[in-house]
C-alpha cells in the first residue's frame, strides 16, 4: 500500500486544485475554450483513468474527456474543423488531435451514454445495447462504470468535482471498490473481473469485500462461450485480453499480481503450470515470489546495468521454478495468452521466442562450466542484449533458492569472463565494438568455400582476438595461413 506519507501527500491539496492545475498546463485541452464560445451550454469532463491518475498524483498517458450539450452531429463538425477528427467503435468515442499542437497524442472525447444487458447477453461487452444521449446527466453516464475509482468526473468549466460513488474515498482509503451492484457489473462485461484486478496490482491496492466476493464468485464467466454469427461457438473474454489485463498488472507489482491471480483462480484456469507450484514439496511458489521481488529490487538490478526489470525476464522468471519442458510451458503460456500482442514501442512489449530462450537456458550452468566455453561462442550467448538478460535471471533465480550451488559458481566465472571481455571491447576506441579481424572473403581467397570449415576458422580466428593473441589485420592472415596449412 501507499502508506501514511503517500496518502497524506495526497489529501494535503484539494483534488480539484490538482485537476485544476493539470488542465492549465495541458496544451492539448486548450481548444476546450474555443468550443465553449461556440457553444455556452456545452459541459467537458475529465473522467476515468486521466481524472484517476492525476488526484493520485500521477503523469495520465491518455487524456479522456467527455462533453455534454453539445448534439452529435454539431460536435462531429467542430471537431473537423479544429483538428483531426475520427469517430471510433460502437462506443462512441472521437480520437481528437487538435490543430497546431505538437504533441500529436489523440485525445478520447466520450458521449454520454447508458449501457443495458440484452436478452440474449453472454456476459461479453459486445453484448450491451449503447444508447447515446448528449444530454444525458453526467452521474447517469457514471453510473454504468466499472470501479468507483474510475466513475468520477471533473467540469473544465466550473472546476467541480462529481463523485457520486464516492471514488475520491476509495481512493485514500487504497480500494478496488465496484459501481453499485458489484456481481452486475461483472455479468455485464466478465474482462471486469481482470480489471479490477489489474487496478489492484497496478495501483498497489486491496479490493472492497463484496467487490472481492463477486469476483470469486463470477470467475468461471472468463471460459464462457456464446454462438457466433458463422454458427461456432467463442470465448465472451477474447484471450488476449485476458492477457493484456495480466501483463499490465504484472509488470508494476508481479508478486501483487500473481497472488491476487492464485487467490481469484484465475491463475488455476488460464496459468495451470503455475498454479500448480502451490502444491509442491519444495515450495516452488514461494521461490518464484522470492525471485520476482529480487527482479524488482533496484539496486539488484542496477547491478547488471538496468532502470527497470527487462519484461521479458520477469515474465521467464514465472517459469523457471516449474517442472518438465518449463520452457515449452513459458512458449505455450505466452502464445495462448497473447503476452506478444504489444507493439515494439510499447513498455509492455516482449518477445516470446526470447522468453522461451531464457527459460531454456537458465540452468545450463549446472552442466556447462563457463571457462569452457570458447571464447567466440561466449560472445554470441552472453554478450547480447538475451544473453545479459539470462545472466540476470540466472542470478536471480539463485538468490531466490537460497542455497550454495555449483552452478552459483560458474555464474560468478561467466561474469568474469563478460567484464574481461568488455574491457578488451572498451579498450578498442570503436564505441565499445570489437570488429572481426577478417571476413569470409578473406577466407576464400584461400580456395575454401562457404560450409562447416568455413565456420570454424572464422570462429577459431575470433577465439584468438578474443584472447588477445591477435591485435592486427596483419596479425590474423598469419593466424589464417597457419590454420589452413593445418588442414
Known sequence: MGGILQTYARQSAPPEHRVELFVRGETRLTWIGLLFNEYPNAEVYLVGGTLRDIILGRVPNDIDLLVRNVPPAELDIWLNAHGASEFVGRFGTYKFVPHGNVNKQAIDIALP????????????RRDMDVSFDYKLPIKDDLARRDFTINAMA????TGRLIDPFLGLQDLYNELINAVLVPATRFEEDATRLLRGLRFASQLNFGIEKLTWQAILANIELLNKKAPTEDGTRAYIVPREAIGREFILGFMEHPVHTLRLWSESKAL????????????????????????????????????????????NVLVAGLMVFTHGDKH??????????????????????MNCETIKWLVEHVDMFEEIDPASIRPSQFEKMFLSKRGQELLLLMHAKHIASAKHSVARERLHTARRIKDAMQTIFADSDLNGRLPQLISGRDIQEFGILPGPTYREILDEVRDAQLAGEIVSFDDAKTFLRHIVNKI
Open 154 to 157: 471533473y467540469n473544465i468549466k
Open 268 to 311: 488455476h484456469m488460464f496459468m495451470p503450470e503455475l498454479a500448480e507450484l502451490e502444491f509442491k514439496n519444495d515450495n516452488e511458489l514461494q521461490k518464484t515470489l522470492n525471485l520476482l521481488n529480487t527482479l524488482k529490487n533496484k539496486s539488484f538490478i542496477a547491478s547488471y546495468g538496468y532502470l527497470n526489470t527487462p519484461l
Open 113 to 124: 451514454r447508458t449501457e443495458r444487458k440484452l436478452e440474449d447477453h453472454a456476459g461479453g
Open 328 to 349: 515449452k510451458h513459458a512458449h505455450n503460456i505466452c502464445t495462448k495468452l497473447h503476452f506478444h500482442q504489444f507493439p515494439p514501442d510499447h513498455k509492455a512489449s
